[in-house]
């Protein structure tokens, strides 16, 4: 049996015009959750990441904190990029979109992302530039088969982005696409979700836990965006 442990990048630059880079609480976030394996003598046999510069640098801090003499191979799948939020709204609401800075502006947009990606997956909608949601299930579960094929027996990480875990979980579950879509908008930054895996099948064991952040310690660092 193999072990599969999927990880959702640090906090990110949201609101910014470049969202794509960790921001000093994601790093630390990221680092942590390193500390915490070392400690409870997790170690990795390979890991996955999206292509994306926050999957990086998420493993970047994990590798930091665990501080691990061992080499591990880092495999980069494009299968496991986020989807363009701003693309998959634009699709359904052509307005311009401000970035949102008050409470009630995070509202309205993470509203607009859930009607966007459900006329995406049901087919409803082409937001521009990216795939079909067929096509984006079918990177993810690529990565999974990869994994599965190949890593038998092994403890293998994954770090990539909401949209990615969330669909392979809810793919694992065989979950409809609202269920997808709430799993999804409930996922934290630095989260765990732990897979284990036969030749044949995967199976959930944990979904978006964060057991290196327990406590009053780190309360201030619970992160969704």
């Known amino acids: 049996m193999g072990h599969l442990y999927l990880v959702r990048h640090g906090q990110a630059s949201f609101g910014a015009a470049d969202y794509d880079i960790l921001s000093e609480l994601g790093h630390k976030q990221a680092v942590r959750l390193g500390e915490y394996f070392r400690a409870n003598n997790h170690s990795f046999?390979?890991?996955f990441t999206g292509t994306l510069r926050r999957h990086g640098q998420?493993?970047?801090g994990i590798a930091e904190g665990l501080q691990s003499e061992r080499s591990v191979p880092v495999i980069e799948r494009s299968g496991l990029n986020e989807y363009d939020p701003a693309a998959i709204i634009k699709a359904i609401h052509p307005e311009p979109l401000v970035h949102p800075k008050t409470p009630e502006d995070i509202r309205s947009h993470f509203r607009l992302l859930r009607d966007g990606l459900a006329?995406?997956?049901k087919?409803?909608?082409a937001p521009q530039g990216m795939s079909t949601y067929p096509e984006f299930l079918a990177g993810v579960t690529a990565a999974l088969d990869e994994i599965r094929n190949e890593h038998f027996g092994k403890n293998v990480l994954i770090a990539s982005s909401g949209g990615p875990i969330s669909t392979?979980?809810?793919h694992i579950l065989g979950a409809s696409h609202e269920g997808?879509?709430?799993l999804n908008l409930r996922i934290r930054n630095s989260s765990v979700s732990e897979i284990v895996f036969t030749p044949r099948r995967h199976s959930l064991v944990t979904y978006n836990t964060?057991?290196?952040l327990d406590?009053?310690?780190y309360a201030d660092w619970v992160t969704y965006a």
């Open 119 to 121: 006329a995406w997956m």
């Open 210 to 212: 964060l057991p290196h």
């Open 45 to 47: 046999d390979a890991v």
């Open 123 to 125: 087919g409803a909608s």
């Open 58 to 60: 998420t493993w970047a």
């Open 180 to 182: 997808t879509i709430d």
């Open 168 to 170: 392979a979980v809810g």
């Open 215 to 217: 406590g009053k310690t």
